[in-house]
């Protein structure tokens, strides 16, 4: 029998509700890296031991720029995840990619500005060492590849690959930006997967990524530009598909062995990180 899996699962609204879980019981964990956003509720997914939590704490009163990404990645690593799925809404940067469409992103560019990327800064409760982690491939090919086809087993609007352009937020991006992100051939524009998918990363966890598209961003001909209200209004509609999709694919992420994908990441890890030397 391989390794037992455990899976974290990090949510917007309406995907942090306690009762997507079984027997979800909260708790408050704490980290070298200070507090995560919000408890963390752990419970089942039939049968499968999941752990929630709440990215910008469940009544959303943290701006991504404030989120702390260190300590919920750490808690989660401390709980013992083996992996983390993760939601997150995004706007459009391309035709053919419209509102409630779902993308599994497989690529990042960071346009963030004020976030600590590493747990290896050189702090006395971090980590021994300085980590150069490889970003070549930032996600967990086979838990995102299991993650579309469940998606397109459902019958959902669904792409199987897509590159998430970060923006440090909490401001949507001008015009002239948008238009810009749009000719560099990015697919999506969010205000998180920078740094949440390299932490996740420099602690060896399977992280794979559910965007949810809201809007058209602002480069679009003939559109208004996004606002909040109508991304929130979408992303409320189109987050029971992604749960839909997590509770499809949750027990047969369970159901593979896990063992040599998780040693894979956990070596690399190590091979990336320089050790003090005299
Ligand atoms: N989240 C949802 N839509 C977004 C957008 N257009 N830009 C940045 N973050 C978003």
Not at 88 to 95: F, I, V, Y
Not at 122 to 143: K, Q, V, W
Request: proline share 5%; with cysteine; aromatic share 6%.
């Amino acid at each position: 029998m391989g390794t037992k899996v455990k899976i974290g699962i990090i949510g917007g609204s309406g995907l942090s509700k306690p009762d997507i879980l079984k027997g979800g019981e909260e708790k408050e964990v704490n980290t070298p890296f200070g507090k995560p956003s919000d408890a963390l509720i752990c419970g089942e997914i039939e049968g499968v031991p999941c752990v929630l939590l709440s990215r910008h704490g469940r009544g959303h009163t943290i701006m991504p720029t404030n989120v702390n990404f260190r300590a919920n990645i750490w808690a989660m690593k401390e709980l013992g995840c083996t992996h983390l799925l993760v939601t997150t809404a995004c706007g459009s940067l391309q035709e053919g990619m419209h509102p409630g469409d779902i993308v599994v992103i497989d690529q990042f560019i960071d346009r963030t500005q004020k976030r600590i990327q590493t747990f290896f800064d050189g702090a006395p409760l971090s980590p021994l060492g300085i980590c150069h982690m490889s970003m070549a491939d930032p996600f967990c090919s086979r838990t995102s590849k299991m993650l579309y086809e469940s998606g397109k087993n459902l019958g959902l609007s669904i792409r199987e690959t897509g590159t998430m352009l970060t923006i440090e937020g909490p401001r949507f991006s001008s015009r002239a930006e948008s238009k810009l992100f749009n000719s560099w051939g990015a697919h999506c524009i969010n205000m998180t997967t920078v740094p949440e998918v390299i932490l996740a990363k420099e602690v060896g966890l399977c992280y794979a990524a559910l965007a949810l598209v809201t809007d058209y961003d602002s480069w679009r001909e003939g559109e208004e530009g996004v606002n909040v209200e109508n991304v929130m209004k979408i992303f409320k509609q189109n987050s029971s598909n992604a749960l839909k999709v997590l509770l499809d694919v949750i027990p047969k992420i369970a159901k593979e062995d896990w063992t040599k994908t998780l040693e894979d990441y956990k070596n690399a890890v190590t091979m990336n990180t320089l050790l003090p030397h005299s």
